[in-house]
């Protein structure tokens, strides 16, 4: 009887500290978390000159380019079904033409969405 009575206990004094603290969670999708500076989301790329780095330091083999014969990039591609968001491939590009955004409403059901096609290697 004294250990239920216990628990009760307990479970009512966790719920009363709680009662006056400000909630931990918001209404999503209405309400949105400030996002830190450092929030790495949807990488994109704009003003890429095709030399590979971010290939090859990306450790999830999540980037494809294409060059042409004039060795300009036509094709970049970003495929979300395997990047971790480790922002590896941003750091280390020389042309700082990779940016890791604040977008993280990422979620499809149609998993060709998830394959960010670039033209060009820019970001229009
Ligand atoms: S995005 Fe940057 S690191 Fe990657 S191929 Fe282009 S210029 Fe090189
Ligand atoms: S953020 Fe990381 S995993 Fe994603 S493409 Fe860049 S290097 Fe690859």
Do not use: Q
Request: charged share 30%.
């Amino acid at each position: 009887m004294i250990k239920e009575f216990k628990a009760l206990w307990e479970g009512l004094w966790t719920v009363f500290k709680h009662l006056f603290k400000r909630p931990v969670t918001l209404e999503y999708p209405e309400k949105r978390r400030v996002l830190n500076d450092a929030f790495r989301g949807k990488p994109s790329v704009d003003g890429c000159v095709g030399c590979g780095i971010c290939k090859r330091v990306c450790p999830s083999g999540a980037i494809e380019y294409r060059k042409n014969d004039e060795g300009k990039v036509y094709f970049y591609k970003f495929d979300l079904k395997k990047c971790i968001f480790c922002g590896n491939c941003a750091y280390y590009c020389p042309k700082g033409a990779i940016k890791l955004t604040k977008e993280y409403e990422l979620a499809s059901s149609d998993k060709n969405d998830l394959n960010l096609i670039y033209k060009g290697g820019t970001d229009d």
